[in-house]
Nanobody, 124 residues
Framework: QVQLVESGGGLVRAGGPLRPSCAASGRSASSNAMGWFRRAPGKEREFVANISWRGGNTDYADSVKGRFTISRDNAKNTVDLQMNVLKPEDTAVYYC?????????????????WGQGTQVTVSS
C-alpha cells in the first residue's frame, strides 16, 4: 500500500506561480512512477504530467508544457509540480497518483494509488 497526500494548492492570480507537493509513504514509496492529474468543475479528470521512478523521464500534457515542471526527491518521498504562468483554465482539483516503477502513463487507469487532491484556483 502507498499513501499519498497532496498539499500546496491555493488561490493565485493569473500569471502567478504555485507549487503543489505530494508526499508518499508506505511500501516502496520511492520506487513508483508518479503522475499528476486534474479535474476541473464539470469536466473529466485529465492528465497533467508524469515522472519515472528515478526521475529521469517526464511527460506533460500539451496544455501545460513549458509552464509546468514535475520533479521528485526520492530521499524525501515527495513529488512536486511547479506551475508557472498560471491561467484561469488551470483551475481544478489536482491529484497525484502512483503506479508501478515502469508503469508511467498518461492514462489514469494505469495508476493504483491516489491522493485526496488539492484545490488550485486561478483568478483572472
Amino acid at each position: 500500500q502507498v499513501q499519498l497526500v497532496e498539499s500546496g494548492g491555493g488561490l493565485v492570480r493569473a500569471g502567478g506561480p504555485l507549487r503543489p507537493s505530494c508526499a508518499a509513504s508506505g511500501r516502496s514509496a520511492s520506487s513508483n512512477a508518479m503522475g499528476w492529474f486534474r479535474r476541473a468543475p464539470g469536466k473529466e479528470r485529465e492528465f497533467v504530467a508524469n515522472i519515472s521512478w528515478r526521475g529521469g523521464n517526464t511527460d506533460y500534457a500539451d496544455s501545460v508544457k513549458g509552464r509546468f515542471t514535475i520533479s521528485r526527491d526520492n530521499a524525501k518521498n515527495t513529488v512536486d509540480l511547479q506551475m508557472n504562468v498560471l491561467k484561469p483554465e488551470d483551475t481544478a482539483v489536482y491529484y497525484c497518483a502512483a503506479t508501478t516503477p515502469y508503469g508511467r502513463s498518461r492514462v489514469a487507469n494505469a495508476y493504483d494509488y491516489w491522493g485526496q487532491g488539492t484545490q488550485v484556483t486561478v483568478s483572472s
